[in-house]
C-alpha cells in the first residue's frame, strides 16, 4: 500500500486537501487529512505543497523519444512509454499512420508483444488508427497512394482480430462513398470514430456525427475551415453537441485565439487535448520519420521534407497543459478535464482512468505550484 498524504487533491472539479491511500495498483479510498492509518503502508509520502492531479491520457500521438509508431517494436513502445510517463502522460493511444495493410499488421503485432512485457513507463490503453479511409486532398501528411477512396469491413475486421478487440479510435473522412452509413458498422467493430482529413461538407459531417461519430480530429488542422455561408465540417464540430474536439495547443496548428474560439463553442467538457506528437518530441532538431515519410524538425516544428506541410508536433502533454493555461486564461480546474476525464470518456475508458476516485487506476501525476513534475505515478508505482 502506498499512501499519499496532504495533497492538494482534483475531485470532481475542485482542488481540496485530501489523502489518498493506494492499494494493489488501484484507489482505496480518498479521505480527509489524518484519517487513514498509516500501518501496513510500504509507503508515505507527504504531499505538503503538491497537488495531486489524475494522470494525462494522449489519444493521438505517433511517438516520441526517437520511435516512431508505424515503425516501432515492442521495445520501441516501451521506450515511448517511458518518455511519456516522464511528461505526465500515464495512459495513451498508439496512433498508426495511414499504411500498407503489412506494416499495420505488423505495427498490431509488436503492440501485442509490448502487453506481455514488463513495464515501467506509461500505459498503452489501445490503438487509434489514423486512416486509410481519408480524404485526399486533406491528406496532410499521409502518404496518397495508400489512401483508400471507400470503405472495407473486411480489412478494418482482420486489423480488429489482430489486436484484439483493442483498436479503440479511428480517423475516416466522412465525404468518401458510403461513409456517414458504415459509421455504425465501426462502432459494432468496437472502434470510437471520429471525423477529419476531410474536406466535407456541412450536411455530410452533420449526418457522420448522427450516425455515430464522436470527434474531430485535430480539429482546423487537415479539415475544410468554416465559411459563413458554407460552415462544413469545421462548423458541424463546432456545433454539435455530441462530438469531441481533438486539439493541438503546441501555438502552431491553432492561433490561441481559435483554442479560445473552440472552447467557448464546445465548453470544456467536449474538448480534448492532444499532442499528435511524431519521433522527435523530446529530441533536439533534424531530421526524422513519420511512417513513410521524411520530416524535418526547425524550431520544434514539424514539416514534411518534400514540400513543407506540417507533419505531427513535437509537444508533450505537460506542455500543452501549460500552453492551455497561457493561452486561454482559464483556471487549471477548468483546463485539466482536456487532459484528464474528457480523452478517457471519449474511448470509454472513463470507469478505469482519468479521475481520481476510488477504484480506478492510481495514475496520478504531484505537481508543484509552477505546474512542474514532482512525481508521477502509474497504477501505484
Known amino acids: 500500500m502506498l499512501l499519499l498524504k496532504n495533497a492538494q487533491t482534483y475531485q470532481e472539479h475542485r482542488f481540496s486537501k485530501k489523502d489518498i491511500l493506494i492499494k494493489d495498483g488501484k484507489i482505496e479510498a480518498v479521505t480527509a487529512c489524518g484519517v487513514q492509518d498509516t500501518q501496513g503502508c510500504n509507503e508515505v509520502i507527504d504531499c505538503e505543497g503538491k497537488k495531486a492531479v489524475p494522470g494525462f491520457i494522449d489519444i493521438h500521438t505517433h ?42 499488421l505488423w505495427c498490431i503485432r509488436e503492440y501485442k508483444k509490448w502487453k506481455k512485457m514488463e513495464h515501467k513507463g506509461a500505459k498503452i490503453a489501445g490503438i487509434h488508427l489514423e486512416g486509410p479511409f481519408l480524404a485526399s486532398a486533406y491528406k496532410g501528411a499521409m502518404p496518397e497512394h495508400l489512401l483508400k477512396k471507400s470503405p472495407d469491413i473486411e480489412l478494418l475486421r482482420s486489423y480488429q482480430e489482430a489486436a484484439g478487440g483493442e483498436i479503440r479510435y479511428i480517423t475516416v473522412a466522412p465525404e468518401l462513398a458510403g461513409m456517414p452509413e458504415f459509421i455504425p458498422e465501426l462502432k459494432r467493430l468496437g472502434m470510437q470514430v471520429a471525423i477529419g482529413h476531410s474536406g466535407a461538407d456541412y450536411e455530410t459531417a452533420v449526418r457522420a456525427i448522427e450516425n455515430g461519430a464522436h470527434a474531430g480530429t485535430h480539429v482546423g488542422n487537415a479539415m475544410k475551415l468554416m465559411h459563413q455561408h458554407f460552415p462544413a465540417i469545421f462548423g458541424a464540430l463546432l456545433e454539435s453537441d455530441k462530438a469531441y474536439c481533438e486539439v493541438i495547443c503546441d501555438g502552431r496548428h491553432l492561433h490561441p485565439g481559435t483554442v479560445r474560439i473552440i472552447l467557448k463553442a464546445k465548453g470544456t467538457e467536449r474538448v480534448v487535448a492532444v499532442t499528435d506528437s511524431i519521433m522527435a518530441a523530446g529530441l533536439p532538431d533534424g531530421e526524422y520519420k513519420l511512417g513513410v515519410n521524411d520530416v524535418v524538425v526547425e524550431d520544434g516544428d514539424a514539416k514534411l521534407k518534400s ?43 472513463d470507469d478505469e482512468i482519468g479521475s481520481i476516485e476510488k477504484g480506478k487506476s492510481a495514475d496520478i501525476l504531484l505537481l508543484d505550484e509552477q505546474n512542474n513534475i514532482d512525481r508521477v505515478i502509474i497504477a501505484g508505482k
Open 63 to 104: 511517438g516520441g523519444a526517437g520511435v516512431d509508431v508505424n515503425g516501432a517494436t515492442a521495445e520501441g513502445y516501451e521506450n515511448i512509454s517511458r518518455f511519456f510517463a516522464s511528461q505526465g502522460t500515464t495512459s495513451f493511444l498508439i496512433s498508426i499512420l495511414t499504411d500498407t495493410p503489412e506494416q499495420t
Open 307 to 349: 514540400d513543407g506541410t506540417r507533419a505531427g508536433s513535437t509537444l508533450t502533454t505537460i506542455q500543452a497543459y501549460r500552453n492551455l493555461l497561457r493561452f486561454t486564461g482559464r483556471t487549471e480546474e477548468e483546463i485539466l478535464p482536456l487532459l484528464t476525464e474528457n480523452p478517457a470518456a471519449l474511448i470509454g475508458l
